[in-house]
Nanobody, 115 residues
Framework: QVQLVESGGGLVQPGGSLRLSCAAS????????MAWYRQAPGNERGLVAE???????NYADSVKGRFTISRDNAKNTMSLQMNILKPEDTGVYYC?????????WGKGTLVTVSS
C-alpha cells in the first residue's frame, strides 16, 4: 500500500523548534515531487516547502530562513525542520507526493505554537 505518514507535531512555544518527518512506503519516491503543506484553522491548505522534480527547493515567503526541507531517498523519508516558530505557523501539516498523475496525501500532524 502506497502511503505517507507524518509525525513530530505538537505544542511548542513561540520561538521554539520542531522537526516533522514523513515516512513514505509502498514504492520508491525518489525522483517525484514531494512537499509539505499547511492548513491553519479557517484557511485553505497552502504550500510550505517543496522539492521539485528537478530536486530544487521552494519555500513559502512566510517561512524562508526559518524552515528547512530535507529528504533521504535511501530511507524514503522527508523532513521539515522548523525554527523560530510563530503563532501563525499553527496548523495541520501534511506530507504530499505527486506520483505521475496521482496526488498522495498523508493524514497530517498538528502543530500548535502558543505560550
Amino acid at each position: 500500500q502506497v502511503q505517507l505518514v507524518e509525525s513530530g507535531g505538537g505544542l511548542v512555544q513561540p520561538g521554539g523548534s520542531l522537526r516533522l518527518s514523513c515516512a513514505a512506503s509502498g514504492r520508491d519516491f525518489s525522483g517525484y515531487r514531494m512537499a509539505w503543506y499547511r492548513q491553519a484553522p479557517g484557511n485553505e491548505r497552502g504550500l510550505v516547502a517543496e522539492f521539485t522534480r528537478d530536486r530544487n527547493t521552494n519555500y513559502a515567503d512566510s517561512v524562508k530562513g526559518r524552515f528547512t526541507i530535507s529528504r533521504d531517498n535511501a530511507k524514503n523519508t522527508m523532513s521539515l525542520q522548523m525554527n523560530i516558530l510563530k503563532p501563525e505557523d499553527t496548523g495541520v501539516y501534511y506530507c504530499y507526493a505527486r506520483l505521475g498523475a496521482v496526488d498522495l496525501w498523508g493524514k497530517g500532524t498538528l502543530v500548535t505554537v502558543s505560550s
